[in-house]
């Protein structure tokens, strides 16, 4: 299947981790074709980010949109 937006890329383990939460919590997501994930990257300031992507089903996602939480 095609996605409509293009893809952000994120490195490899922040791609990981956060494709790992969404399928953890998947029941929150199903029949929502465009939902808001809100996860804190690891570190010493753990900042809040709000990942849009296009759920196409149980591990088929694509993360078009990262923003900062302020």
């Known amino acids: ?3 409509i937006f293009k893809t952000f890329i994120l490195d490899k383990q922040e ?3 956060i494709m ?3 399928n953890t ?3 929150r ?3 929502k074709p465009f939902p808001i994930h809100i996860s804190h ?3 010493k300031e753990s900042k809040a980010y709000l990942y849009y992507f ?3 089903g149980y591990n088929n996602y694509n993360i078009y949109m990262k923003i ?3």
Request: glycine share 4%; hydrophobic share 35%.
């Open 1 to 3: 299947m095609e996605f």
């Open 15 to 17: 791609y990981a981790k």
């Open 20 to 22: 790992s939460e969404i």
């Open 25 to 27: 919590n998947y029941m």
């Open 29 to 31: 997501y199903v029949n």
């Open 41 to 43: 990257e690891v570190g």
């Open 54 to 56: 296009e759920n196409h």
């Open 68 to 70: 900062p939480v302020e």
